[in-house]
Structure formats: structure tokens, C-alpha cells
């Protein structure tokens, strides 16, 4: 039990649409880092937050795009989705040692 | 640029026989490496990881990993594989700073049969 916990577990969205995903941690981390898990693959780097401030970020459009809050608890929101979107998405906190929440599963139609 | 290689994709042993999941990395610097697990449907879970010291390193429900810098591995072990490790294995690398993601390989699925 890694004490991440992320919101929603599943849901499903149109193409064009907004989705935001949460993600918190009884550890209090102030690291958290988001990753994309297409099916099949491994976990892709999307950005980290340090502090509040993003602290890194890998090869995603802007329209990925995150938040940090006081009590180290972070939202990832995605803008105009896509098809290929449809993934699980990850979050983890730590910052040499990286745990991670069960996964929000989005499906775009 | 970093990368992990995990060259088998599927694995199937049966119940009892030992395992070895093979990982190959390529990092410039000293790396940070991390084996994960992941059920289906799941998050992954943190079976062991390396930072330094002893080559050999233990983790959670008996796996072992040794880390080889000659060879660029860190092959993940156990002596008798139980029905219920049947799951998708992650080898990760990542850095002593924090700032480097971690840069996962595509995974190894391991079936168990009787």
C-alpha cells in the first residue's frame, strides 16, 4: 500500500473534450510526477512538480498540463482530447524512489 | 538519452521453476534502477531498487536483482515462481537527483501454469 491515491478510476470522454485527473498521497511527497501508460507499453514521463513548480516535462503537447497544490496533492488536465489519448495514466510521488497510485483508465471515443 | 531494454516480452514458467527477467539499460551517468511490478489493471508496485553498495539486492516476495555495470543489466530473479507472480514486469532507471524521470522498458508479461 503506497498510501497514492488517484481519482477517478475509469471514465470515458469524447474527442474535443477536457478531462482532469487527481492524485494525492498520505506520504506528503512534495514531488509528484505523472506518467501516460498506453496499452502494451511502459509508463511515459509526462511532467513533475517540485514544490508547486513543474520540474520537468517530458514529450507532451501543452495541451497536458498540471497543477501542484499546498498540501502536495496534483491535478493533471488534458485539453482537446484525442483518440490516442486513451490510456492509463500514473501518478507517483518521491523523488529517488518513485510509488504509485492504482491509475485513472480515460478512454476517448 | 537514457533507455531501458527488457528483450523478452512474454515469459510462461511453470509453478516452482526459478525465473530471470533480463533488463538492459543505457544511462550516462551512475544509475538509479527500479524493478516494478503491475497486475492487470493496476499501479505498480516497487519490488526492489539499486542506488549503490552491495551488487546483489533483495526486495518483496523473494525477488532478487544483480546489478552488472559491465554489462549494462540488472536482471531480476527468483528461485521458485508461485502462480500468483503471473503479472507484467517493469524495469525503470532513473537518476540520484530526482530531476530525471524515471525511463521505463515496455515490460515483460510472466504467465505461470501448472
Known amino acids: 500500500e503506497t498510501g497514492v491515491t488517484q481519482s477517478p478510476t475509469h471514465l470515458i470522454k469524447t474527442r474535443g473534450q477536457q478531462v482532469t485527473l487527481r492524485c494525492s498521497s498520505q506520504?506528503?511527497?512534495?514531488?509528484v510526477s505523472w506518467y501516460q501508460q498506453a496499452l502494451g507499453q511502459g509508463p511515459q514521463f509526462i511532467f513533475q512538480?517540485?514544490?508547486?513548480?513543474?520540474?520537468g516535462r517530458g514529450n507532451f503537447p501543452p495541451r497536458f498540463s498540471g497543477l501542484q497544490f499546498p498540501n502536495y496533492s496534483s491535478e493533471l488536465n488534458v485539453n482537446a482530447l484525442e483518440l490516442d489519448d486513451s490510456a492509463l495514466y500514473l501518478c507517483?510521488?518521491?523523488?529517488?524512489?518513485?510509488?504509485f497510485g492504482p491509475g485513472t483508465r480515460l478512454t476517448v471515443l | 538519452a537514457q533507455s531501458v531494454t527488457q528483450p523478452d516480452i512474454h515469459i510462461t514458467v511453470s509453478e516452482g521453476a526459478s525465473l530471470e527477467l533480463r533488463c538492459n539499460y543505457s544511462?550516462?551517468?551512475?544509475?538509479?534502477l527500479f524493478w516494478y511490478v503491475q497486475s492487470p489493471g493496476q499501479g505498480l508496485q516497487l519490488l526492489l531498487k539499486?542506488?549503490?553498495?552491495?551488487?546483489l539486492v533483495q526486495g518483496i516476495k523473494g525477488f532478487e536483482a544483480e546489478f552488472k555495470r559491465s554489462q549494462s543489466s540488472f536482471n531480476l530473479r527468483k528461485p521458485s515462481v508461485h502462480w500468483s507472480d503471473a503479472a507484467e514486469y517493469f524495469c525503470?532507471?532513473?537518476?540520484?537527483?530526482?530531476?530525471?524521470?524515471?525511463?521505463f522498458g515496455k515490460g515483460t508479461r510472466l504467465s505461470v501454469i501448472a
Open positions: 512538480y517540485y514544490r508547486e513548480e513543474e520540474n
Open positions: 544511462y550516462g551517468a551512475t544509475p538509479y
Open positions: 525503470a532507471v532513473g537518476s540520484y537527483s530526482g530531476n530525471t524521470p524515471l525511463v
Open positions: 506520504s506528503g511527497h512534495n514531488t
Open positions: 507517483a510521488t518521491g523523488r529517488d524512489t518513485q510509488y
Open positions: 539499486y542506488f549503490s553498495g552491495d551488487t
